[in-house]
């Protein structure tokens, strides 16, 4: 078994296409193919299911996926690794951020970094809490930042508190409430919510409060991308809570303050056990220490099972 082989398996899987798998390993499709279908061969089972429309994982495929993605990551550490022993930081950052960051300057870290360790590739993505974690724990992604509920914790990973904040409502600037005072949670209650997709970890934290005040509320539109939230909301259908120090970077928007605010917890988090060097290089930059957090007391793991919501190449969660 090839690792070439395992790639081209993980590109075809994460494409659902030969044709853009081939596309992205820069070879030509027929030479992709017949390699996977040696390796299916050697193996002695179909990773795919092909058809005139479609591509989808079988059984088997999707049981190789997680061994694959590890044998890869391991084979990547292992040069990396190499090359940090005589000083030098190569290879390949995955970082994964939620849209609303905070506690981080991420563009400007990611400038810091790429200005003094030019021979690394970064690759950013942007998603959802738990999809973060859980593309952490698999060892995917090598640094991911990501906002939690203080009743939750990430859950098969290394985690660093890096900040922790309240929300705040932000409401059209027309709004009734706009120009006004600090309000609470029940009058809030009373108002139509632009909020993010139900059961996720930017969701959770204003159920949670609004559950804990006895208060039900209406929420109208669910978006995944919260500068598409604050758009909706500029426009008057709604309100929406969301952490104090993100919404300065909105506009059109107008902030007040809730005094029985919820709150969050954000967390730069990495695969349990060891960094990558170009991994430890970025966190060090952004005074990240090398050992992860004691994360003792009450709470409810974030991770696998507990899914964020859907997956937005945009960005898609708090």
């Known amino acids: 078994?090839?690792?070439?082989?395992?790639?081209?398996?993980?590109?075809?899987?994460?494409?659902?296409?030969?044709?853009?798998?081939?596309?992205?390993?820069?070879?030509?499709?027929?030479?992709?193919?017949?390699?996977?279908?040696?390796?299916?061969?050697e193996l002695g089972a179909r990773l795919f299911e092909r058809t005139t429309r479609r591509v989808r994982?079988?059984?088997?495929?999707?049981a190789f996926l997680p061994a694959a993605r590890q044998c890869l990551a391991a084979a990547e550490r292992a040069a990396d690794e190499v090359a940090a022993?005589?000083?030098?930081?190569?290879?390949?950052?995955?970082?994964?951020?939620?849209?609303?960051?905070?506690?981080?300057?991420?563009p400007r870290a990611l400038r810091?970094?790429?200005?003094?360790?030019?021979?690394?590739?970064?690759?950013?993505?942007?998603?959802?809490?738990?999809?973060?974690?859980?593309?952490?724990?698999?060892?995917?992604?090598?640094?991911?930042?990501?906002?939690?509920?203080?009743?939750?914790?990430?859950?098969?990973?290394?985690?660093?508190?890096?900040?922790?904040?309240?929300?705040?409502?932000?409401?059209?600037?027309?709004?009734p409430l706009a120009g006004?005072?600090?309000?609470?949670?029940?009058?809030?209650?009373?108002?139509?919510?632009?909020?993010?997709?139900?059961?996720?970890?930017?969701?959770?934290?204003?159920?949670l409060a609004f559950s804990a005040a006895g208060l039900t509320r209406d929420v109208a539109f669910e978006v995944t991308n919260t500068q598409f939230l604050a758009r909706l909301v500029g426009q008057g259908l709604g309100v929406?809570?969301?952490?104090?120090?993100?919404v300065p970077q909105l506009?059109?928007?107008?902030?007040?303050?809730?005094?029985?605010?919820?709150?969050?917890?954000?967390y730069a988090i990495w695969p349990a056990g060891s960094r990558t060097p170009a991994a430890t290089a970025f966190l060090r930059l952004i005074d990240v220490p090398d050992g992860a957090d004691t994360l003792e007391g009450p709470g409810t793991p974030a991770g696998p099972g507990t899914p964020e919501g859907p997956d937005s190449p945009e960005g898609a969660a708090t």
């Open 112 to 175: 810091d970094f790429r200005r003094q360790w030019p021979k690394v590739r970064v690759s950013l993505r942007v998603g959802a809490s738990e999809e973060l974690v859980e593309r952490v724990g698999e060892g995917d992604i090598q640094v991911a930042f990501v906002g939690l509920p203080t009743t939750a914790r990430p859950k098969g990973v290394e985690a660093h508190v890096i900040g922790r904040d309240r929300l705040v409502a932000v409401v059209s600037p027309d709004h």
């Open 1 to 41: 078994m090839e690792l070439q082989q395992m790639r081209y398996v993980l590109a075809v899987a994460e494409t659902m296409s030969f044709t853009r798998a081939a596309e992205r390993c820069h070879v030509v499709q027929s030479a992709l193919s017949h390699q996977v279908a040696r390796l299916e061969q």
């Open 180 to 207: 006004g005072g600090p309000v609470d949670l029940r009058r809030l209650a009373e108002e139509v919510f632009v909020d993010l997709p139900a059961k996720t970890a930017g969701r959770a934290q204003s159920d």
């Open 85 to 106: 022993a005589v000083g030098e930081v190569r290879g390949q950052l995955r970082v994964g951020v939620i849209s609303s960051v905070a506690a981080v300057d991420i």
């Open 240 to 246: 929406a809570m969301l952490p104090s120090a993100y």
């Open 57 to 62: 994982l079988t059984p088997a495929g999707e």
């Open 251 to 266: 506009s059109g928007v107008t902030t007040l303050q809730v005094t029985d605010a919820p709150a969050r917890v954000e």
